[in-house]
Antibody
Framework: EVQLLESGGGLVQPGGSLRLSCVASGFTFSSYAMSWVRQAPGKGLEWVSIISAAGSNTDYADSVKGRFTISRDKSKNTLYLQMSSLRAEDTAVYYC?????????????WGQGTLVIVSS | EIVLTQSPGTLSLSPGERATLSCRASQSVSSSYLAWYQQKPGQAPWLLIYGASSRATGIPDRFSGSGSGTDFTLTISRLEPEDFAVYYCQQYGSSPTTFGQGTKVEIK
């Protein structure tokens, strides 16, 4: 059974940093690209970032480019999102999402999400 | 980037009725790379349809997707109580991948 478990969310001040983690199980982690998708309170879904299966390729939404960094650790079956220079508009539930392949860019499994609140 | 516009915003129907949800793209979606997700309150999205018309694993056949180019449709042939939720379309043919704003299917 595929499981994705996010952690690391919380309350952070504007301009601050936070690192999200997503532990994956139930599939061969190193064979699939992974993404982060966020959802602001009461709003729709916004793709944030993707990393290829091997970790050699990444891409970001313009809204986070230069501020967020996606990475993965094959030995720990873990996906990360390092977030810096956080803004109020980054407030959202952040979902870890398994790619349906390697860079297909649609998502066949999602975690339950971790809430990030950026506020003073 | 491709903008997806979903209509209607809210669909009020009774169990057993047919639901037809629309997703229109601002430009053609290459290779019909269009997916549909269901999201219930407090839960993560769940993949229903990919490639515009292929059902994901375990999705009942009352869910069907159709369309190409700029116009896509998700049809739920007979609504079950568990189908009342928000539905999102997503295009993944062009970068960045984008989502529609969602259609809420509510009990009438």
């Amino acid at each position: 059974e595929v499981q994705l478990l996010e952690s690391g969310g919380g309350l952070v001040q504007p301009g601050g940093s936070l690192r999200l983690s997503c532990v994956a199980s139930g599939f061969t982690f190193s064979s699939y690209a992974m993404s982060w998708v966020r959802q602001a309170p009461g709003k729709g879904l916004e793709w944030v970032s993707i990393i290829s299966a091997a970790g050699s390729n990444t891409d970001y939404a313009d809204s986070v480019k230069g501020r967020f960094t996606i990475s993965r650790d094959k030995s720990k079956n873990t996906l990360y999102l390092q977030m810096s220079s956080l803004r109020a508009e980054d407030t959202a539930v952040y979902y870890c999402a398994k790619d349906a392949g390697n860079w297909k860019r649609y998502f066949d499994y999602w975690g339950q999400g971790t809430l990030v609140i950026v506020s003073s | 980037e491709i903008v997806l516009t979903q209509s209607p915003g809210t669909l009020s129907l009774s169990p057993g009725e047919r639901a037809t949800l629309s997703c229109r793209a601002s430009q053609s979606v290459s290779s019909s790379y269009l997916a549909w997700y269901q999201q219930k309150p407090g839960q993560a999205p769940w993949l229903l349809i990919y490639g515009a018309s292929s059902r994901a694993t375990g999705i009942p056949d009352r869910f069907s997707g159709s369309g190409s180019g700029t116009d896509f449709t998700l049809t739920i042939s007979r609504l079950e109580p568990e189908d009342f939720a928000v539905y999102y379309c997503q295009q993944y043919g062009s970068s960045p991948t984008t989502f529609g704003q969602g259609t809420k299917v509510e009990i009438k």
